[in-house]
């Protein structure tokens, strides 16, 4: 039963699986090279210097998880909340600017979702939680002549410590009593961000990210005191230790050409660090209640994961108006697994991933006296095909426990850019 209870999620940043405003969205995350202004804030911090006008963007999204372990709904969570970005630029004289921005992500549903599912029983373990958490990425950037810029800032999560969680229960005089003591701390983690863009053509931009590995850490230590007289008295201490919304210390370049004044082609590739992904969790259970065993303990083999290497395409046209623009979006990316074989005690679900992307946006440009800036209204539509998948057990240990997986992610999102 203990082996059953033990488990981790593993998980990615929301904004990394869906995209940081419906700009980014449409071209399926191709944003290294040519994103600028408050949607930079995420995708290459060194862009929130590039912008001419303070921006702020807002959006929102909704994401359809029609997932299926064998034949049936996998009941994992619809996704759906809010982004938030800001950019705010500084001229400092006519070769440098610095910048300012922070993106945000709220989910409708909570800041953040603990879950630990049993690791023999199937389940979706990077889909299952991992957009179900608030993401705070503050960050700073300096450009020089609008043809180099240099930007750094943090991804922000808290871990869940226990100090003291105490239970008193039991029978006293008949009569059933039970108190109770809750000490818990969330202290702060960071992971670095840290990015470069760079223009060396009026057609063509690149750029180079590094996000650091983060996670959410459980350390909980439960202590319940049973005071039943005549029957069992003692303690009993439950220690768990974990790891939630872990995301992996990653890499990505991203090139961007203009093929046309108003065609942009551009192309992103990751290399996702998935080894590192700890192993699943640790839970012990001592009981001092005169009862056998008093000691009782999990054992769950190594994750074993594997690196992965992302590739991002995207295509961008803009048809320039009197007063409107008008935007036509679309990419596709491939997104490997980094799930070994389930053949021995753990069932994590998980296969390739196809993603293709549409969206178009429109830009109110020159809409003077009624608009003072420009504004953007941008739509994106994804579809996600986690690729089917037959696991099959090392029959003479696990019989019985092959599983089959896979299915589709369907997420449409809003976003609007407003410019001061």
Known sequence: MLLALTATTAAADPLDEFGFGSGAAGVAGARTATARGAEAAHHNPAGVALGVHPELLLGWGYGAMQLEINGRDARVLDVRGTSIGLAVPFTLDDDWTLGTGIALYLPDQFLARLQLIPSNEPHFVLLDNDPHRAVVEPVAAVAYRGKVALGAGASVLANARSNKILFDVGIVGGEKVGAAELDVELPVRLAPLVGLWAQPHPRVRAGLTYRGKLALDLALDILANVQIAGVVTGDVLVSLRASNYFTPARVSGGVAIDVLPDLTLAADVTVNRWSTYPAAADLAVLIALDIAPP???????????????????????????????????????????????????????????????????????????????????????????????LTQKQIDTFPGEAFSSGGNIFHAGLSATVRF
């Open 295 to 389: 000691l009782v303990s999990s054992t769950v083999p190594p994750s074993a994961f594997t690196d992965t290497v992302d590739g991002e395409l995207g295509i961008e046209y803009r048809n320039r108006g009197r007063r409107t623009d008008v935007t036509v979006r679309a990419g596709g990316a491939w997104r490997p697994s980094p799930v070994p074989p389930q053949v021995g005690l753990t069932s994590w679900a998980d296969g390739d991933r196809l993603v293709l992307t549409a969206g178009g946006g429109l830009t109110l440009a020159d809409w003077a006296p009624i608009l003072t800036r420009p504004i953007d209204f941008d739509l994106a539509l994804q579809w996600h095909h986690v690729a089917h998948q």
